[in-house]
């Protein structure tokens, strides 16, 4: 932030206009702290050094970080804190609301596990909204390259599920590498 008196009036005025993030992916909210934290916790070499964690040498560079951050979050309480501490900075911004997509294929550590993930999450959304901090809803993501029978799975797990935190249901990943999916995932 800066000095200036008028950038803090127009940083001001822009954090109280209403705002809601409609296309954010947790993936991609760790703090770096956290990472590095949890990184040396679990014995893990970092991908490059804190103050370089978010350089990319372009998309797949990105998607291999995902899963290497992702990775980490590999307890209920580091996702339910991962959970609240978004919404901590959805409030510092002023944003009153996010739809945050999450793919559960990036989560290496709940594989199989992906309704207990979800319910982790959740804690952790619950605690920031009982603490006063905005509301999230969850969109669980299909990855681009998976097969039509793992994206139908998913799809009936989540209708069987009925989280109420759930309330769509989102396709991410490479579209140049994994091409059309929507014939693929028609059923789904």
Same mark, same amino acid.
């Given at each position: 932030?800066?000095?200036?008196?008028?950038?803090?009036?127009?940083?001001?005025?822009?954090?109280?206009?209403?705002?809601?993030?409609?296309?954010?992916?947790?993936?991609?909210?760790?703090?770096?702290?956290?990472?590095?934290?949890?990184?040396?916790?679990?014995?893990?070499?970092?991908?490059?050094?804190?103050?370089?964690?978010?350089?990319?040498? *372009? &998309?797949?560079?990105? @998607?291999?970080?995902?899963?290497? !951050?992702?990775?980490?979050?590999?307890?209920? %309480?580091? $996702? #339910?804190?991962?959970?609240?501490?978004?919404?901590?900075?959805?409030?510092?911004?002023?944003?009153?609301?996010?739809?945050?997509?999450?793919?559960?294929?990036?989560?290496?550590?709940?594989?199989?596990?992906?309704?207990?993930?979800?319910?982790?999450?959740?804690?952790?959304?619950?605690?920031?909204?009982?603490?006063?901090?905005?509301?999230? *809803? &969850?969109?669980?993501? @299909?990855?681009?390259?998976?097969? !039509?029978?793992?994206?139908?799975?998913?799809? %009936?797990? $989540? #209708?069987?599920?009925?989280?109420?935190?759930?309330?769509?249901?989102?396709?991410?990943?490479?579209?140049?590498?994994?091409?059309?999916?929507?014939?693929?995932?028609?059923?789904?």
């Amino acid at each position: 932030m800066t000095d200036d008196p008028e950038a803090k009036a127009a940083w001001s005025a822009l954090r109280a206009l209403p705002k809601a993030e409609v296309h954010v992916h947790l993936e991609g909210c760790f703090a770096p702290e956290t990472l590095e934290q949890w990184a040396l916790e679990a014995g893990v070499p970092m991908p490059r050094p804190r103050s370089r964690l978010f350089e990319f040498e *372009g &998309l797949a560079d990105f @998607l291999h970080f995902l899963d290497w !951050a992702c990775g980490l979050a590999n307890s209920e %309480e580091r $996702l #339910a804190r991962l959970a609240f501490d978004f919404c901590r900075r959805l409030e510092a911004d002023g944003t009153g609301y996010a739809d945050v997509i999450v793919n559960p294929t990036h989560w290496s550590a709940w594989r199989g596990r992906t309704k207990t993930m979800l319910e982790a999450l959740d804690d952790g959304f619950r605690r920031a909204e009982e603490a006063g901090l905005p509301p999230v *809803g &969850l969109c669980v993501s @299909l990855l681009r390259t998976q097969s !039509a029978d793992e994206a139908l799975a998913l799809v %009936e797990d $989540l #209708a069987a599920w009925r989280l109420p935190r759930v309330v769509a249901l989102s396709v991410d990943g490479n579209e140049a590498a994994a091409g059309r999916t929507g014939p693929r995932f028609a059923a789904a």
